[in-house]
T-cell receptor, first 121, second 112 residues
């Protein structure tokens, strides 16, 4: 089954304790992205990756790191979590993301993981 | 001004009615437009995409795009209780092809 898998789904941690949220996709997608979702603020992009070894900041990258060593994996790292990083996190992937491409080709169609609810105390 | 704006709702419509969801965007050069549906506690899923001015129909869903007025809308005909969800508008912005910007979503409630 084509899917994006995130782990853990739920995590409660304490301030400053490094954690990693894993994301893996089995669709051979080039594009992967992390979003956080907060009430009233919607989905905000943290980091994205156009392909292996190519990553870039989204709109809210502070306090996060990512890496893309393999095409299928895109982990999100919180080096020193703080309470303001308490949120619902989504990993998503797409065949490719490019303005103007039609979604019928698979471009610009995001497939989301089930989400990871993180609480930082 | 937010890049992608939606009324947060809730928008309440009776079963069988037409639900109309609206979205405006600020970047006049935006090219690709999407509607995602998100049930409570679940991840977003794509329901419609539209790229050209006019209407695009898919079953009970119709997406409408007006680039001159910078708005995109989603109509849901014969609304069902199972349509109750938050609907997210998303736009790819010119000059930042790798970013898909989401609105904050409109919560739709279909009442019996």
């Amino acid at each position: 089954e084509a899917q994006v898998t995130q782990n853990p789904r739920y995590l409660i941690t304490v301030t400053g304790k490094k954690l990693t949220v894993t994301c893996s996709q089995n669709m051979n997608h080039e594009y992967m992205s992390w979003y956080r979702q907060d009430p009233g603020l919607g989905l905000r992009q943290i980091y994205y990756s156009m392909n292996v070894e190519v990553t870039d900041k989204g709109d809210v990258p502070e306090g996060y790191k990512v890496s893309r060593k393999e095409k299928r994996n895109f982990p999100l790292i919180l080096e020193s979590p703080s309470p303001n990083q308490t949120s619902l996190y989504f990993c998503a992937s797409s065949l490719v993301l490019a303005a103007g491409l039609h979604g019928s080709s698979g471009a610009n169609v995001l497939t989301f993981g089930a989400g990871s609810r993180l609480t930082v105390l | 001004q937010k890049e992608v704006e939606q009324n947060s709702g809730p928008l309440s419509v009776p079963e069988g009615a037409i639900a109309s969801l609206n979205c405006t965007y600020s970047d006049r050069g935006s090219q690709s437009f999407f509607w995602y549906r998100q049930y409570s506690g679940k991840s977003p899923e794509l329901i419609m995409s539209i790229y050209s001015n006019g209407d695009k129909e898919d079953g009970r869903f119709t997406a409408q795009l007006n680039k001159a007025s910078q708005y995109v809308s989603l109509l849901i005909r014969d609304s069902q209780p199972s349509d109750s969800a938050t609907y997210l508008c998303a736009v790819t912005r010119t000059g930042t092809a790798s970013k898909l910007t989401f609105g904050t979503g409109t919560r739709l409630q279909v009442t019996l």
